[in-house]
């Protein structure tokens, strides 16, 4: 059995808990959290509840601890820190931070003998593999990522921090157009505006102006200026009987020519439909928390990502089985 | 630069010629067939052709060695042979029959210290790691593989061999309502004819009974009795205009709960459309053949498979600017 720690009980860790139920050689052995652990209620009441600052004292004890915590403030400094004690997992997804969190996790992790995996989860993760898997087998190609339909959290909380919203979900949704022609090869330059929608349901607080705050939110730089978007007024009622899952998912889709004269087109694709954003991406980080704890046995340290994890080691079936049934 | 060799030189072998010009570290360094070399026109006409039995006798000129064979009666043979003086890498796709391949391959290369991969491509391949990771992130699930729309190769051939056929071209075409089942998560069983339909198209000779030319397909087992089948007889001048293309494809969908009363549903499904079945398949085998040499020169040995490659191998990029450009 591998024995797993959960650090952070959010919805990211309670779907780590939940994840590794449905794994046959995995083990809940502890979950670390800033509340006070009377506080935080595990699906099996049975699992051990502790202070994160206890977490060091239970390090043998735990084979692959899995740092459930946000990638803004808590994952730059949990990461590299309880590297220093432990195998770790992360899901950090802040694209464009991934090489400077990669440094000092890798420099903690190497120091101290252990290995980190980091951004473990949907995207970055499996839509990564197949990125650079289609540019393997179609070299002379490009690669294109859609979002959704899907909720943004981040979307949704820049909405409810607008005077007058009461509450608010926003949901990604790729524009078939661009999906379309992505598919049929032809290689097109998208901009921002051309492959995403913005799709805002907003609960107004009573009294509120409407037109004011869909003003706002049309020309909120960063999260909606650039996008074609649409803003629908609800109830709260409407809000918490249609809007209350977090589904997401999207797809990768490489491109590319071979043969004579270029002759040939070829469409790889990789679409993930999901029910559950963060208990999908707790189901991914179990089986990449398998493959970094088979990792360590066989000496690696250092930090490593879903680049360096070959099928093999994600899955608890024997190479002959696997072989045998699903090669 | 990786110096390859590639054995046997038909569609497959000449599929991987064009391949490794698309790929910066990878040159073409000798081509070894069974025919007369002056009959093999390669399509770049200073790449050296050699007799078969002369390969060994260039084994330091070669990191890797392509065996492009046929899988009924060549690479059984061949792989083994050739693994006994070079990392090779074949596409055996008899998947009935890997573990037995796996075997033989096994023993000549861990004796002589090589490694030799085989059955790459797209199914075996690049499916097989598809099915492999859907068990990895979706354990409580059920995957399915649908063919085509594509070429069958082999059942065209059976066509051909019925008195009376001058040519014939075969269709694998997966059934539209079954894909629909499988991605609303359902998780059906399917029979094989509810999975796939076949496509015949028949070029009968002069005089030829037309009835008894489709009666001969339909009860033909294995083949087409277990499936619903179409017969149009065309002429061999609509075959040469309309069906000279060898495209295929196809899909591995993995569908799977999670969560509490596993109340959430995810698909995961990855796609492939080609214009050119063995190009595409040549241009997956150039890829893993650049794994192969890295673990190669990491000291690793033995038979391996696509299950064993990790993704950061396939690639020419370095490291980091996969880390900060596909993660």
Known sequence: MIRIGIAGYGNLGRGVELAAAKNPDMKIVAVFSRRDPSAVKTVDPSVPVYRLEEAEAHKDEIDILIICGGSATDLPTMTPALARHFHVIDSFDTHARIPEHFANVHAAAEESGHIAMISVGWDPGMFSVARLWGLA?????????????GVSQGHSDAIRRIPGVADARQYTVPVEEALRRVRSGEQPTLTTREKHVRECYVVAEDGADQAEIERAIFTMPNYFADYDTTVHFISMEELRRDHMGIPHGGTVIRTGRTGEGDAHTHVAEYRLTLDSNPE??????????????????????????????APIDLVSISPEEARARYL
Chains 1, 2 share one sequence.
């Open 280 to 309: 999908f991406t707790a189901s991914v980080i179990a089986a990449y928390a398998r493959a970094a704890y088979r990792m360590a046995s066989r000496g690696i340290t250092g930090c490593k990502t879903v680049l360096d994890v």
């Open 137 to 149: 087998v179609l070299p002379d190609g490009a690669d294109y990522t859609f979002w959704g339909r």
